[in-house]
């Protein structure tokens, strides 16, 4: 069919037809994959600064709490049993989150269909500590250095080149409520032509 095509000259004919949809479908199939604990875990390692969530220390015993709290609900124990409702499911977490004083996030409540999803949740311990702060207990290379307190530089206090500085028009302001006891400002004297 396609001899036949080419002879006829038709330029359409020399590009093979293409099927858009199955294109779509398998690059779409590439980039939805199925977000488990452990992935949502790593995800959470690897994310920078300003975690918005709380941290959280598993106790030992999480998988017999959370088989208590299913007993005293009426919920099967069993780790494949999945919810028979909403409302079940919503018991049991909302008693997990009193007794663990840790709750489940909104993006993570659809990953949960299984008793056995809700004791994994619990067992996994959630650090906050911000990477850069992470850093001052780890065992750094002897040639990496990390300068935990910065310096800013202030006529007063600076006597390295007796308070003179590269930038004489630049002011040092410091615009946070956080720092701004801690690291005092500098406005530059600006000669007026």
């Known amino acids: 069919m396609y001899k036949n095509l080419l002879k006829s000259g038709n330029i359409l004919a020399k590009q093979p ?3 858009y949809a199955q294109k779509l479908e398998k690059k779409l199939q590439r980039y939805v994959t199925k977000k488990t604990l ?14 918005p969530l709380k941290p959280f ?6 998988a017999s709490k959370v088989q208590e709290l299913c007993s005293s609900l009426k919920i099967p124990t069993q780790s ?7 409302e079940e499911k ?13 709750s489940v996030p ?18 996994t311990s959630v650090d906050s500590t911000v990477p850069y702060d992470a850093m001052k207990a780890m065992d750094l290379p002897q040639n990496l250095h990390i300068q935990y307190e ?4 202030n006529p007063d206090t600076d006597t390295k080149f007796n308070g003179k500085t590269a930038f004489p028009k630049s002011s040092t ?21």
């Not at 220390?57 to 999480?62: K, L, R, T």
Request: aromatic residues 16%; positive net charge; contains cysteine.
């Open 106 to 123: 909104n993006s993570q409540i659809y990953e949960i269909k299984t008793v056995g999803d809700v004791v994994d949740f619990y067992k």
């Open 80 to 86: 494949s049993h999945k919810f028979a409702s909403m």
């Open 150 to 153: 910065y310096l800013r530089f």
């Open 38 to 51: 452990n992935q949502v875990e790593s995800s959470l390692a690897n994310k920078g600064f300003l975690r």
């Open 17 to 19: 037809t293409r099927n």
């Open 173 to 193: 302001l410091v615009t946070g409520l956080k720092y701004k006891e801690k690291y005092p400002g500098h406005e530059a004297k600006r000669s007026w032509p």
């Open 57 to 62: 220390e598993s106790p030992n015993d999480a």
């Open 90 to 102: 919503f018991n049991l977490l909302s008693a997990c989150f009193t007794g663990f004083n840790h």
